[in-house]
Antibody, heavy 124, light 106 residues
C-alpha cells in the first residue's frame, strides 16, 4: 500500500522558515518524480514544486521561486520542502504527491497518490 | 500560463441524477487533462487522466470526455459518496494548473 505522511507544519511568523517532510512507503520511491501541492483554507489546489527521481531537475510555481526548495533523500525514502521568507499567503495545507506520467509524444503528469496534508499557518 | 476554468462553481443534485461538470482551457491542451475528487478534510483523489481514461479502482459511473479546450466530467448516477468538490488539472506542463473547483452538493 502506498503511503505518504507529511509532517512539519505549524504556526510561523511572517518572514520565518519551516521544513516539511514526507516519508514514503509502499513503492520504489527513487523511481518516481514527486510534488508538493497546497490548498489555502477554503480555496482550490495549487501545484507548488516538482523534483525528478535523482533530484537533478526541480520546478517551482512562480510565487515560491527563490523562497522554497524541494529536495529528496532516496536513501531515506523521503521528500522535503524547505520554506523560507514565509508570507501570509503561504498559509495552506501542504500535500506531498507521487507523480506518474503517461503519454508517448508528451509526458503528462498525474498525481496518483497523495498524503493527508500538513497545515502551515503564517501569522503574527 | 494556461488557465483552467470550471463551471459551474457549485451544483445541487440528488442521488440518482446524472451530472456534468465542464472545464475549459485558455488554449488547446489536446487531451492532457485530469480530474480529481476531494471530500472535506481529505486529500484529493485521481479519477480520470488523459481526459477520458478511468484511474484504476474508480467506479465506471465516472466518465470524462473532450479534447482541445473543452472537457467534461460526467457522473451517470449520483451516489451519496459522490458529493464532493471536483477539480480539473492541466497535466502536460508546469505549472500544473488546476481549475477553481466545482462543489457538488445534495
Amino acid at each position: 500500500e502506498v503511503q505518504l505522511v507529511e509532517s512539519g507544519g505549524g504556526l510561523v511568523q511572517p518572514g520565518g522558515s519551516l521544513r516539511l517532510s514526507c516519508p514514503a512507503s509502499g513503492f520504489t520511491f527513487s523511481s518516481y518524480w514527486m510534488s508538493w501541492v497546497r490548498q489555502a483554507p477554503g480555496k482550490g489546489l495549487e501545484w507548488v514544486a516538482n523534483i525528478k527521481q535523482d533530484g537533478s531537475e526541480k520546478y517551482y510555481v512562480d510565487s515560491v521561486k527563490g523562497r522554497f526548495t524541494i529536495s529528496r533523500d532516496n536513501a531515506k525514502n523521503s521528500l522535503y520542502l524547505q520554506m523560507n521568507s514565509l508570507r501570509a499567503e503561504d498559509t495552506a495545507v501542504y500535500y506531498c504527491a507521487r507523480v506518474s506520467f503517461w503519454g508517448v509524444v508528451v509526458s503528462a503528469a498525474i498525481f496518483d497518490y497523495w498524503g493527508q496534508g500538513t497545515l502551515v499557518t503564517v501569522s503574527s | 500560463d494556461i488557465q483552467m476554468t470550471q463551471s459551474p462553481s457549485s451544483l445541487s443534485a440528488s442521488v440518482g441524477d446524472r451530472v456534468t461538470i465542464t472545464c475549459r482551457a485558455s488554449q488547446s491542451i489536446s487531451n492532457y487533462l485530469s480530474w480529481y475528487q476531494q471530500k472535506p478534510g481529505k486529500a484529493p483523489k485521481l479519477l480520470i487522466y488523459a481526459a477520458s481514461s478511468l484511474q484504476s479502482g474508480v467506479p465506471s459511473r465516472f466518465s470524462g470526455s473532450g479534447s482541445g479546450t473543452d472537457f467534461t466530467l460526467t457522473i451517470s448516477s449520483l451516489q451519496p459518496e459522490d458529493f464532493a468538490t471536483y477539480y480539473c488539472q492541466l497535466s502536460y506542463s508546469v505549472p500544473y494548473s488546476f481549475g477553481q473547483g466545482t462543489k457538488l452538493e445534495i
